[in-house]
């Protein structure tokens, strides 16, 4: 039906007449028809491809915010996402397009709000993705379509270049003037003129200018690039030279999931928010109005149905869209996850090994197993985010060793095991009265944590490295080099580290399951 409109237009009152209940739905989604039948597309919907649903899925929220038609979310779950039948028919015949899981994702969410006051956890977003999988084990995809990218980190770096020099002069008690020198401009010497009770000292060659009329002084600064000589922070004083831009866009962060901080930056006196371990000035965060419908996203969903995503934290910390947000860091967590979560041997998905038993829920989604029945490998796999925030790899024991702590290394930065996770989770077993392995006991009271040490392993053969400069690190055996120096670690337990001259390996290539305790 697309291909014959875009032939001839006169073609559309043809197909009309026909009076085909399914060429009505198409005529609606191609903008070529305003009648508009719920009870129709709810059952066609299916018959569409993914990014028809989107679409589909976006128009609907913008009859909602128009008034032309009351969408709930109840009504939005009535829609047939899934038909076993119908799949296995699409993929013996037209295999190259998929079903929508992204589209699932995001009405179950929204669904689950309504009904629990929150969007997923993780092991109920796996469990919707896995189901949602069917037959279809080998087939690779991303939750996208319906979040906000990001667009790189905004930061913010001094440029010290001026035009001139501001400086406080006192001339009494409490009392002061401003001194303001620069190179002879013309254009400059007119703006100097504009401010009031200017004049110029013929004896110290600058513009002096009286304290009282401070504030036209700092907003001449701000605009004619002048630098603040002031008593205090050179920083502080001089915002106006920082220069804001983004930057690369942080590992693993495909979507932007940027928390509003408490208070300002104390740096630049500017609001910011905290993603990935580090500021960022300016977030990417679009409320569309409705004619801008087909780029809405959650967010707008949200707005359109009137749902509070704001949140008070156990702190009673009020944080704007928080739990909005939280979603979004799921799903960009999750993403991750699902690069490695396929088996080497067959390319099948891999599930979590308790998936479908009573601990599911309750578990941390850390050890996989390949559930093919045609498949030989069904070792453990261990797949978890690596600790340090500011990374935001996943570790996978298929290319990972273990440090000596029995907890496996991430390729990316070296981080294995910090004193702060290592005491955090003994806390949390003794709350919750869980087993607890005497290594773990054995590694807090010793802090035997590497992180606060800066003792760093090679993942791949897992021999202790060197440290060849402050804070780089390189095994002698692999060549293997992390550079930690960007992450600013604080170090309080490097006085315990064991001084090596040489790196070496620290214990043969077998692993001992024993070792790697459930931390």
């Not at 200018?209 to 907003?219: A, D, G, H, M, R």
Request: aromatic share 14%; hydrophobic share 35%.
């Amino acid at each position: 039906i697309k291909y014959l409109l875009q032939l001839n237009e006169l073609n559309l009152e043809a197909i009309k007449q026909i009076q085909n209940d399914f060429y009505s739905v198409i005529l609606w989604v191609l903008d070529k028809d305003t009648y508009f039948d719920f009870e129709l597309l709810k059952r066609k919907f299916i018959y569409f491809a993914p990014d028809e649903q989107v679409r589909i899925i976006r128009k609907l929220f913008s009859l909602k915010a128009n008034g032309q038609f009351d969408l709930t979310i109840d009504k939005l779950n009535e829609l047939t996402r899934f038909d076993l039948d119908l799949y296995k028919t699409n993929l013996k015949f037209n295999p190259e397009i998929p079903i929508d899981i992204s589209t699932d994702v995001v009405i179950k969410a929204l669904y689950s709000y309504q009904q629990n006051g929150r969007f997923f956890v993780e092991s109920e977003l796996m469990t919707l993705v896995l189901n949602d999988l069917y037959n279809n084990k080998t087939r690779r995809f991303r939750l996208s379509n319906y979040f906000e990218n990001c667009l790189g980190r905004q930061t913010a770096e001094f440029n010290w270049s001026r035009n001139g020099e501001i400086s406080k002069v006192k001339n009494g008690e409490n009392m002061f003037h401003f001194a303001i020198t620069f190179e002879y401009d013309p254009y400059i010497v007119e703006a100097v003129k504009s401010l009031s009770g200017r004049r110029w000292n013929n004896e110290t060659k600058v513009w002096v200018v009286p304290s009282q009329y401070e504030t036209e002084v700092l907003n001449f600064a701000k605009e004619n690039r002048f630098f603040l000589d002031f008593e205090g922070s050179k920083s502080e004083n001089n915002i106006h030279l920082a220069n804001f831009k983004r930057i690369g866009i942080p590992n693993g962060i495909s979507f932007c999931e940027g928390r509003l901080a408490k208070k300002p930056c104390k740096d630049f006196n500017k609001e910011f928010w905290w993603c990935g371990g580090k500021p960022c000035y300016s977030k990417c965060e679009t409320i569309h109005n409705a004619e801008e419908w087909e780029k809405y996203t959650l967010l707008d969903f949200c707005k359109v149905l009137g749902l509070n995503t704001d949140e008070t934290n156990k702190m009673g910390d009020f944080i704007p869209k928080g739990q909005y947000y939280q979603f979004i860091a799921l799903i960009n967590r999750f993403n991750r996850l699902l690069d490695k979560m396929y088996c080497q041997d067959c390319n099948h998905i891999l599930y979590p090994s308790d998936f479908g038993t009573a601990h599911f829920a309750a578990n941390n989604l850390v050890r996989f197993q390949c559930r093919n029945e045609a498949c030989s490998n069904k070792k453990e796999i261990y797949l978890n985010h690596c600790l340090n925030g500011q990374c935001n790899s996943i570790i996978d024991s298929r290319i990972s060793k273990r440090c000596e702590n029995g907890l496996f290394i991430c390729d990316n930065c070296g981080s294995c095991c910090s004193h702060n996770m290592l005491e955090r989770r003994l806390s949390n077993l003794k709350l919750t009265g869980g087993y607890i392995h005497p290594n773990l006991v054995k590694c807090v009271n010793e802090k035997l944590g590497h992180l606060e040490k800066a003792e760093y392993f090679c993942y791949k053969c897992k021999s202790e490295m060197k440290e060849i400069f402050s804070d780089i690190f390189q095994c002698s055996n692999c060549q293997v080099k992390y550079d930690t120096s960007k992450y600013k670690f604080f170090r309080p337990h490097i006085h315990l580290r064991k001084t090596k001259e040489t790196t070496g390996n620290n214990g043969s290539d077998e692993e001992n399951p024993d070792v790697d305790i459930n931390f």
